[in-house]
């Protein structure tokens, strides 16, 4: 995949400059063939950079000597070694090379949480994909030392885009937050120190203008032409996905400082990128309808038209740009168009859940119950649980208990009799229950509610949300509620031992917190223990819901709020999680009187 000449390109580029020699007329204008500006080197770098020219130098014994000279220079030389891999001198780029596989990174360092251990694990191995996945699996996490270690990568990742890649992650993480901690920049900075390669000059420039959008515009709009360059040419150096990256961010930018002119016109020179791959055109669809760039989706209608037309993805992202346009029946018709796709091809069951989960997280919640529907039909009772979670969080407790018992009913028949009744099936079964209590209090029948409780608890002892709902219930006999504070007291202490066992495992943690914060018991311990969970498992929505519930029952409202925020931002679908925010948000209100 390469760039295709381009005068929209051309035309946004212009527009950029134009307008930061309008905000800051006293810059002088960069040059987009060159390489960042570097601070004037010392006396070992000037030794260094001869060196490395002698690397190609037409005697043996001089080249020879080079290469050992660096080899004792060891990391002081690793920066100028990086950019001399990609040198035009072939000779000097195999050396080069050379040097840098003999040195080995420690990625994984002393004082990293587990969660960072895990993905950085055997990080040398991988393949340039898997480690591409590992860095977007810490910006996930989007916490300060997450940003840290991907400092880190930028800094001495052997590979230009995967270097730049990690920088690209690093901004786009912090861009939500436009003022860091001091602690955090001055920690950045000193990763990326000295700001010699490409990607630590872009993270450098970030974080010098992240507060002024035209300015951070104008510094990344000779990286931009620079990387289109490069592209063209055919260099290694960069990728087609990291030029968009770049567009990306510079539309966001000069759309926050008011140059709309410019952010449509590099809008629309996205789509002069090669979109060979169906992957590069669904992650521009899911980005332009972020962006509510409607025109630009139409263009991509048009252009792409056939491929669209033959892609389930595809076309039910254009029914949702659609649908979000008001034009609700020609988005019936593309989501019609895209379910048909699949419909009756055998052994499609787990392509069509996984495409309901999809769905489901992007808001399409009726379109992913059809695909969920047809998916169970079809036999893939393994994704009947989240199913049957996600209905249950919607409100429809009843089908969520149907759609549980189907799948208990297609594990029935695959296990022998004798094993039907074991602790396997048990948390299921408990479940359902559950599900029918929640339906039944829904319609106002207390007496079922209570009932479909306790048959609950029968069954498993551990289903903690039945065991919240029984502490919960209004009228209730002294030896009744005695009972229910003893069950409350075994599964906390069950969930102790659980979290002794595995201690690694943030599941544990969570439950405990859950458990008590919704009950009665150690506050103090559940805060720790919820604390604990998202350290393990970062900015995970359910495990923040959690910690915010825990903050409601110590009477922090302020804190709950907060919390119950960032898990609405996580996962803004979830009807549990916003009703929840609301009471919260009314307990915060009430404390201040208002």
């Known amino acids: 995949m390469r760039w295709r000449s381009s005068s929209l390109f051309a035309i946004a580029v212009l527009l950029l400059i134009a307008c930061h020699r309008t905000v800051l007329a006293?810059?002088?204008?960069?040059?987009?063939?060159?390489?960042?500006?570097?601070?004037?080197?010392?006396?070992?770098?000037?030794?260094?950079?001869?060196?490395?020219?002698e690397l190609g130098a037409d005697d043996y014994y001089t080249r020879e000597h080079a290469q050992r000279q660096l080899r004792e220079l060891k990391f002081a030389a690793y920066d100028a070694l990086l950019e001399a891999a990609y040198h035009p001198d072939l000779e000097i780029a195999a050396r080069a090379r050379r040097l840098l596989s003999a040195m080995q990174i420690e990625w994984v360092r002393p004082g990293d949480s587990p969660a960072i251990r895990e993905l950085l694990r055997d990080y040398e191995l991988l393949s340039t994909d898997k480690r591409r996945e590992r860095m977007s699996g810490l910006a996930e996490m989007a916490t300060e030392e997450a940003a840290l270690v991907l400092a880190r990568l930028a800094r001495h990742e052997r590979s230009a885009p995967l270097s730049k890649t990690a920088a690209l992650l690093i901004i786009q993480s912090l861009e939500g937050t436009r003022s860091p901690s001091p602690e955090v920049i001055a920690a950045l900075r000193k990763r990326i120190a000295p700001a010699r390669r490409v990607a630590t000059s872009w993270l450098d420039a970030w974080l010098e203008h992240r507060n002024d959008r035209a300015a951070l515009a104008e510094q990344f709009v000779q990286w931009l032409e620079r990387e289109q360059a490069l592209l063209e040419r055919g260099s290694t150096e960069t990728t087609p996905r990291l030029v968009g990256q770049l567009i990306r961010m510079q539309i966001q930018w000069l759309r926050e400082s008011g140059n709309d002119r410019a952010a449509v016109a590099l809008t629309r020179s996205l789509l002069d990128l090669e979109l060979g791959r169906r992957d590069d055109l669904q992650t521009l669809l899911e980005w332009l309808i972020e962006q509510e760039s409607w025109a630009t989706v139409g263009e991509i209608r048009r252009r792409f038209g056939e491929k669209i037309q033959a892609d389930s993805e595809l076309l039910y992202l254009v029914a949702e740009a659609l649908r979000k346009q008001d034009n609700k029946q020609e988005a019936e018709q593309m989501a019609d168009r895209a379910y048909q796709l699949r419909s009756g091809i055998p052994g499609q069951a787990e392509q069509r859940a996984e495409l309901a989960m999809w769905l489901w997280q992007r808001g399409s919640i009726d379109w992913a119950i059809r695909e969920f529907d047809d998916a169970l039909e079809q036999g893939a009772p393994m994704f009947g649980q989240q199913y049957a979670e996600l209905l249950h969080d919607q409100g429809r407790h009843l089908r969520a208990a149907e759609v549980l018992e189907t799948m208990l009913d297609k594990f029935e028949?695959?296990?022998?009799?004798?094993?039907?009744?074991?602790?396997l099936l048990q948390p299921f079964q408990g479940r359902v229950h559950y599900f029918r209590a929640c339906h039944h209090l829904k319609q106002g029948e207390l007496t079922k509610h209570k009932q479909q409780l306790d048959r609950a608890l029968e069954k498993d002892p551990q289903e903690l949300?039945?065991?919240?709902?029984?502490?919960?219930?209004?009228?209730?006999?002294?030896?009744?509620?005695?009972?229910?504070?003893?069950?409350?007291?075994?599964?906390?202490?069950?969930?102790?031992?659980?979290?002794?066992?595995?201690?690694?495992?943030?599941?544990?943690?969570?439950q405990y917190a859950w458990l008590i914060g919704n009950t009665e018991g150690d506050l103090d311990r559940a805060l720790k223990y919820s604390r604990r969970s998202l350290e393990l498992r970062p900015n995970t929505g359910g495990y923040l819901d959690t910690l915010a519930h825990v903050h409601y029952a110590r009477g922090e409202y302020a804190e709950a709020v907060k919390q119950q925020e960032?898990?609405?931002?996580?996962?803004?679908?979830?009807?549990?999680?916003?009703?929840?925010?609301?009471?919260?948000?009314?307990?915060?209100?009430?404390?201040?009187g208002r």
């Open 26 to 53: 006293d810059a002088p204008a960069g040059d987009g063939e060159s390489p960042p500006q570097r601070p004037v080197a010392s006396a070992t770098q000037q030794r260094i950079d001869r060196l490395i020219a």
């Open 413 to 423: 028949q695959q296990i022998a009799p004798q094993a039907r009744a074991t602790v």
């Open 465 to 510: 949300d039945a065991l919240i709902a029984r502490y919960r219930l209004a009228d209730q006999s002294d030896d009744y509620r005695q009972r229910t504070l003893e069950m409350i007291r075994r599964a906390a202490e069950q969930l102790e031992r659980e979290i002794q066992q595995s201690p690694e495992d943030a599941a544990g943690y969570n």
């Open 566 to 592: 960032r898990a609405a931002a996580l996962e803004p679908h979830s009807k549990l999680i916003t009703d929840k925010l609301t009471v919260f948000r009314n307990a915060l209100a009430k404390q201040h």
